[in-house]
């Protein structure tokens, strides 16, 4: 079983920062890829930026500059430094990732619960 475990979402206005992180438990033997996911009211689900086990990054074009995707392998733990915040940026962010399960040894992908980003004056 493999548990993804979200905190550090709330409430901030236009211009703030809020620091998310994300933490994997479980039965894993490693994760390639861990990442960062958002879904505002009525949108799809959305890429906001990814990170390899090496530190290599991507990020989605309306966040550039102003968020920073980083991780701890030894702690499992992935994490998203949100600056510059904008309204638009309101919305559920889930943590993702793409792993190597240790029992089975076969990739596989996990989704945490999910915390509420909100961004208003």
């Known amino acids: 079983q493999v548990q993804l475990v979200e905190s550090g979402g709330g409430l901030v206005q236009p211009g703030g920062s809020l620091r998310l992180s994300c933490t994997a438990s479980g039965s894993i033997f490693s994760i390639p890829t861990m990442g960062w996911y958002r879904q505002g009211p009525g949108q799809q689900r959305e890429l906001v930026a990814t990170?390899?086990?090496?530190?290599?990054?991507n990020y989605a074009d309306s966040v550039k500059g102003r968020f920073t995707i980083s991780r701890d392998n030894a702690k499992n733990t992935v994490y998203l430094q949100m600056n510059s915040l904008k309204p638009e940026d309101t919305a559920v962010y889930y943590c993702?990732?793409?792993?190597?399960?240790?029992?089975?040894?076969?990739?596989?992908?996990?989704w945490g619960q999910g915390t509420q980003v909100t961004v208003s004056s």
């Open positions: 990170i390899s086990s090496g530190g290599s990054t």
């Open positions: 993702n990732a793409d792993l190597i399960r240790s029992t089975t040894w076969r990739r596989t992908n996990s």
